[in-house]
């Protein structure tokens, strides 16, 4: 391994994750890149020829330029401070588009300001901090196809990663809790290791909300129905319905 690739190495595991399910493209659109720290392993790995990155915070957009620099791939790495999507509103199809580390109603709200530029993608690698449901249920909705998902587990936080490509079919199975998108049902599919442990993990932060609102005289149905959802979709998986 090249003293440069050793620099840009990713040690976090969201990204990790977020670079393997990009796969290989010409060209990266990497939407509040941060650091730039994906736009640079994606370069290094031979993961994209190019990558444009971009950052509404001034301070992050000069970040990523001193990394670029620093690892000599400035040529083949473009950082622009811009919010959402206008970077890549000039760019010419074939791209992808990763967007990382922010709220999920956040990140369908850059798809949806930009949708242009979204559905000439042939790749949409999302990772949500919090709002799965709404930024899956965006998705699906306004015609995305969820190809691929994956669960990082990166200490006592769980993560979801979503890979998705405008135009596409989502075929969700029977067994499937009907209209809920806080979890997917590719991921189902594939019932990684992780994914058990984080269906665990909501039903118990769901059961301690539904303990203080019932000490408080209330019962709400909301928290009640992501129980029982829960409990089917874990069934589910354990009856082999999924």
């Not at 640079?40 to 970040?63: F, H």
């Not at 949708?115 to 690698?125: C, E, K, N, T």
């Not at 990772?127 to 709404?134: D, K, L, T």
């Not at 015609?143 to 998902?149: K, N, P, S």
Request: aromatic share 6%.
């Amino acid at each position: 391994m090249s003293g440069s690739l050793r620099c840009a190495e990713l040690k976090d595991e969201r990204l990790k994750a977020v670079l393997a399910m990009i796969g290989k493209c010409e060209t990266l659109a990497d939407v509040g890149c941060d650091h730039g720290l994906l736009s640079a392993a994606a370069i290094l790995t031979g993961a994209a020829g190019y990558a444009l990155a971009s950052d509404i915070s001034p301070g992050s957009a000069r970040k990523a330029e001193r990394l670029a620099k620093r690892l000599g791939i400035e040529n083949r790495m473009t950082v622009v401070c811009c919010d959402g999507l206008a970077a890549a509103a000039g760019e010419e199809p074939p791209y992808s588009i990763a967007i990382c580390g922010m709220g999920g109603e956040l990140i369908a709200r850059i798809l949806d300001e930009n949708a242009r530029a979204a559905r000439l993608a042939d790749r949409i690698v999302v990772q949500p901090m919090r709002g799965e449901a709404e930024l899956r249920e965006y998705l699906v909705k306004n015609g995305y196809g969820i190809t691929d998902e994956r669960v990082v587990r990166d200490g006592r936080r769980f993560y979801q990663v979503i890979a998705a490509v405008p135009d596409g079919e989502n075929i969700i199975p029977d067994g499937f809790p009907k209209d809920w998108y806080r979890f997917g049902w590719v991921m189902a599919r594939k019932h990684p290791e992780e994914l058990t442990p984080l269906l665990l993990h909501y039903r118990a932060v769901y059961s301690r909300e539904l303990e203080k609102a019932r000490a408080r005289g209330k019962d709400p149905r909301p928290l009640t129905d992501e129980i029982e959802r829960v409990d089917a979709l874990l069934d589910a998986m354990k009856g082999g319905s999924i």
